[in-house]
């Protein structure tokens, strides 16, 4: 009798045991600041200028070191924010007001050219501006739609892969990355990546050239 | 012999049965879209200007039914960035680029004449422009730095008692609220807080106009 009450206790210690073990390994993953959960991801600017040839150009016969005069080999927001996007592999949505920065441009076209499904809309008032990248995406084909209905289309967020949000203050300028204070806010949290899919795609579906066309 | 190997059993079938519902339970929750951990919102502008009086007036003797034109009762993106940053109970921590909507501007006033702890860091150039709030809210005794380094202080962040960040595209302008495609993200992450929070305070503490005051 004795033998089957020590294996009952025995197995009943031993399933608290693990429950408490389990417990305490969340607890010090938490306390550690281990990431809990889908990816979180705070960026600030403005960043030092550095070298980002080695990310534009993966897949490219390099020589070993880029000659270039920027400094090399450093993870800033913006490799991080580059790094984000260049891991597209079948779509970027970009919902942006203002885009010029040169880097950012070669980084969607590279999508573009791999087969990356990239759509975009930007502002009007901002698409014919000098030195807007707007027009160079339009010529490679990507497909760009300006917003119609607002004042200003003030949004600049990206969605990676249906899966990915990058969203924040920063517009993709040359100015505001290397010069202001902005953020941007990069997470996997389906509860933030899903809403702004639904806006890509109410902006996307509202700005078709199609049903503003005046012969219909 | 067999009551002690029922009981062993028994209570073995009774923790496999409270585990197995309480992981049912949880995939349940996931399943329905209920929350999951710390608060995650999503607000989108431009929306339909109406009342927000009740908010701004809480606590005091109305009549019971405002006599202003606009719609009332209706739940906005605007209505619900009132009432997070109304929450506010010890501090609002405001990181602005551009501040001339008035409701808002009441609002940080209301939490100033509560006594909740208001530090605003905004943007030089902005600050003087004709419709700017900002002096309003200097009148009023609240804590504002200016950017000094940047070119553009471009954040439109706010940090509510250190646990609620508010965050976007969103200017806190009339035009942004009721005409511009914009974005919030309201959220308790603390991996989303508490970088915002550094941030504020790095601000803060590198524009503090002692530090800058040439007779040192």
């Known amino acids: 009798m004795s033998a089957v009450r020590l294996f009952g206790l025995g197995a009943l210690a031993m399933l608290l045991g693990l429950d408490c073990l389990a417990r305490l390994l969340r607890l010090v993953r938490a306390r550690r ?56 592999s079948t779509s970027l949505d ?15 076209l590279l999508l573009q050219a791999r087969g990356v499904v990239v ?17 160079t995406l339009r010529r490679a084909g990507v497909n760009v739609r300006h917003d119609m209905g607002a004042v200003y289309m003030h949004h600049k967020f990206a969605v990676v892969d249906g899966r990915l949000l990058i969203t924040g203050s920063l517009n993709w300028t040359t100015t505001a990355i290397q010069c202001n204070k902005e953020n941007m806010l990069v997470t996997e949290e389906p509860d933030l990546v899903q809403p702004f899919i639904r806006e890509f795609q109410r902006l996307w579906d509202s700005n078709d050239p199609a049903r503003h066309c005046p012969h219909g």
Chains 1, 2 share one sequence.
């Not at 070191?65 to 580059?82: A, D, N, V």
């Open 94 to 108: 970009l919902c942006i007001f203002a885009f010029s920065n040169q880097s950012l441009s070669r980084a969607v």
């Open 119 to 135: 759509r975009v809309v930007t502002d009007t008032s901002y698409m014919a501006i000098s030195g807007s990248q707007i027009s």
């Open 33 to 88: 600041g281990a990431p809990r959960g889908p990816l979180k991801e705070v960026l600030f600017f403005p960043v030092d200028i550095t070298c980002v040839e080695h990310l534009l150009r993966a897949g490219e016969a390099l020589p070993n070191s880029c000659p270039c005069p920027l400094p090399h080999g450093q993870e800033t927001s913006f490799t991080r924010l580059l790094r984000h996007l260049l891991s597209a």
